[in-house]
C-alpha cells in the first residue's frame, strides 16, 4: 500500500485540482456560491473587471495551494521511499 500511495499521488493532486476548477466549492467557502455572489455583485455594480478579476485570483490562489501542497507531498513521500535516496 505505501508504494501504491507514491505512485498515485501525482494523479491525485490532477484530480483534486480538476475537482477544484470544475466545482464552486461551496462547501469550503461559505453557504453562498463564490461565482454566483460575483455575479449578484456584477448585477449591482456593473463593474465586471473588478469582480470577476477578484473571484480569478482567489480561484487561482486555491489551485496553486493544492498544486503546491500536492508538490510537497510527493517530493516528501517520493525521495524518503526511494532506496539509496537522501533525507532532505
Do not use: C, H, W
Not at 483534486?16 to 455575479?39: G, M, N, Q
Not at 470577476?52 to 510537497?72: D, E, H, N, R
Request: proline share 7%; net charge positive; charged share 10%.
Amino acid at each position: 500500500l505505501p508504494q501504491a500511495f507514491v505512485a498515485m499521488l501525482p494523479s491525485f493532486g490532477n484530480l483534486l485540482i480538476e475537482l477544484v476548477k470544475a466545482t464552486s466549492l461551496v462547501s469550503l467557502i461559505t453557504i453562498p456560491d463564490l461565482t454566483y455572489r460575483a455575479y449578484q455583485l456584477n448585477q449591482l455594480s456593473m463593474q465586471i473587471v473588478p469582480i470577476f478579476g477578484t473571484v480569478l485570483i482567489i480561484y487561482y490562489l486555491m489551485t496553486k495551494l493544492v498544486a503546491g501542497s500536492s508538490s510537497l507531498l510527493d517530493g516528501y513521500l517520493g525521495t524518503r521511499r526511494r532506496p539509496g535516496a537522501v533525507k532532505p
